[in-house]
């Protein structure tokens, strides 16, 4: 397994319930711990930031095969390049609505939960880290 990390995060909005925001990043990642934080937004109104790092070994797995059983690890795999960033972070995002309804779903809408998988590279460049998280996804897809 060549992912350090992974981190999930939405957004609930004024408009949003915070609580039913949860429950989508609780579906989403797999994991019981949301962590929110109160912020405001441009126009002052208050916007409540929820967020779940995934840090054990057997979540970030689990994790994985949910997006492998929902067709998204194979997008992500022949996209490995273009969402990868030069601090060896692979980006995607998820429908909120989607998760919401119970399915994993890459975002088409701006209603989403932003996801980040941090890649275990050394030396710390985009190509080692292209060529660990393909290693990664590559063994997952087989099995």
């Known amino acids: 397994m060549n992912v350090l990390y992974a981190t999930l995060r939405a957004m609930a909005r004024a408009t949003e319930d915070e609580d039913r925001v949860g429950e989508v990043l609780r579906f989403a990642s797999g994991v019981d711990e949301v962590v ?3 912020v405001k937004d441009h126009f002052g109104n208050r916007t409540v930031v929820l967020s779940v ?10 994790f994985l095969k949910r997006l492998s059983e929902a067709d998204i690890l194979k997008i992500l795999a022949d996209e490995i390049e273009e969402r990868t960033d030069d601090g060896c972070v692979l980006h995607f995002r998820l429908e909120k609505q989607g998760a919401f309804e119970g399915r994993l779903v890459l ?14 590279a ?3 460049k985009k190509e080692t880290a ?10 997952l897809l087989s099995s």
Request: charged share 40%.
């Open 36 to 38: 929110k934080t109160a």
């Open 53 to 62: 790092d995934i840090r054990k070994k057997r979540d970030i797995r689990a």
């Open 107 to 120: 975002a088409v809408s701006k209603d989403v939960v932003d996801c980040a998988l941090k890649a275990a």
């Open 122 to 124: 050394y030396p710390a």
């Open 130 to 139: 292209v060529a660990s998280l393909r290693e990664t996804f590559q063994e």
